[in-house]
């Protein structure tokens, strides 16, 4: 069962995400903390964890507010993420664990289950994506690098979900997902590497015809 915390921080990310919560929305934390039934602490630790994914800007004394989307600024990102998504997927083929494999094999055993479900939870589809990239970077025992990706990716994530963003194209990266894995499982750097550059390739092709 997930913590109130864990709830509050998904649903305030997809929130985000979706645009529930537009560009410049000040984000105030009583009215958080009323709604998701949380502390200020834990609310703060939230807030520590979107910021670190580029979702929100905090300005000490001044308050919080939803990061504002800028498609040039996400376009020059990209091109850089292309790069370190190469070579994320080499360092995870060579040094993921077990644990970790096994780990991701559950988010698209979830994914398989919510895809055969009549009533598909899009928030939830959208948190095992996330989740997935998440335990990948975490895999290339590079904390540098892992705080990169996670950032460009939550980036990354705002705008595709705004702007190309359907059920089909989603499902599309889980199929990648599945590729992504079994080139970690057989340890194979430079098929896990060029698949990790493409899936942000092909993000980026997405999206280089707008603005």
């Known amino acids: 069962m997930q913590s109130p915390k864990k709830k509050a921080y998904e649903n305030l990310r997809y929130r985000i995400i979706s ?4 560009p410049g929305e000040l984000l105030k934390e009583k009215e958080l903390m009323a709604h998701y039934g949380i502390g200020r602490t834990p609310l ?3 807030f520590i964890e979107l910021q ?10 001044a308050g919080t507010w939803v990061a504002p989307m800028d498609i ?3 376009k020059q990102i990209v091109e850089i993420r292309i790069r370190l998504e190469g070579l994320g997927g080499e360092l995870a083929a060579r040094r993921i664990t ?7 094999e559950g988010i698209l055993e979830k994914v398989a289950a919510e895809r055969a479900s009549e009533n598909i939870d899009v928030q939830r589809l959208i948190h095992y994506e996330s989740q ?3 335990l990948v970077y975490a895999a290339t025992g590079n904390s540098r690098l892992e705080e990169l990706l996670i950032e460009f990716q939550g980036i990354g994530a705002r705008f595709w979900h705004s702007l190309v963003f359907n059920q089909e194209q989603l499902f ?19 098929r896990c590497g060029q ?3 493409d899936h942000a390739r092909a993000y980026f092709k997405s999206i280089n015809g707008i603005g």
């Open 172 to 190: 599309k990266l889980f199929d990648e997902q599945h590729d992504m894995l079994d080139a970690l499982k057989n340890r194979d750097a430079k």
């Open 52 to 61: 670190r994914e580029g979702l929100i800007r905090r300005v000490p004394r």
């Open 19 to 22: 645009q529930d919560l537009p």
């Open 98 to 104: 077990d644990a970790q494999i096994s780990k991701l």
């Open 44 to 46: 703060r630790e939230i």
């Open 72 to 74: 040039n600024y996400v």
């Open 132 to 134: 997935f990239h998440q």
């Open 195 to 197: 698949l990790m550059a």
